[in-house]
């Protein structure tokens, strides 16, 4: 299957995170094959309930951490939604 062909059935505002998410995968070397490609996709859906902004949320937070998977939210710490911390 071509590359580009795999993103065809993807919400277009979802294609630049999950490209930045496979980019991660590649540099921590550990490319998604197409099927580990579509269970990603299968398990944002899960998780997100379909919500893309939450499923570019999760992906985010997979980039961000490393994580070669996605998983639900994590709650944000209290001094981040406060904003910055008190020393």
Do not use: C
Not at 17 to 29: D, S
Not at 53 to 61: D, G, K, N, Y
Not at 65 to 73: D, I, M, R
């Amino acid at each position: 299957k071509d590359k580009s062909d795999k993103y065809d059935n993807v919400h277009l505002d979802l294609v630049e995170t999950l490209k930045a998410f496979e980019e991660m995968r590649n540099k921590v070397k550990a490319p998604l094959t197409d099927k580990a490609f579509e269970l990603t996709l299968k398990k944002l859906n899960q998780l997100s309930g379909g919500n893309i902004e939450t499923s570019i949320a999760i992906l985010e937070q997979s980039i961000m951490n490393s994580y070669k998977g996605v998983f639900e939210l994590k709650q944000q710490p209290q001094s981040e939604k406060g904003g910055l911390p008190r020393w």
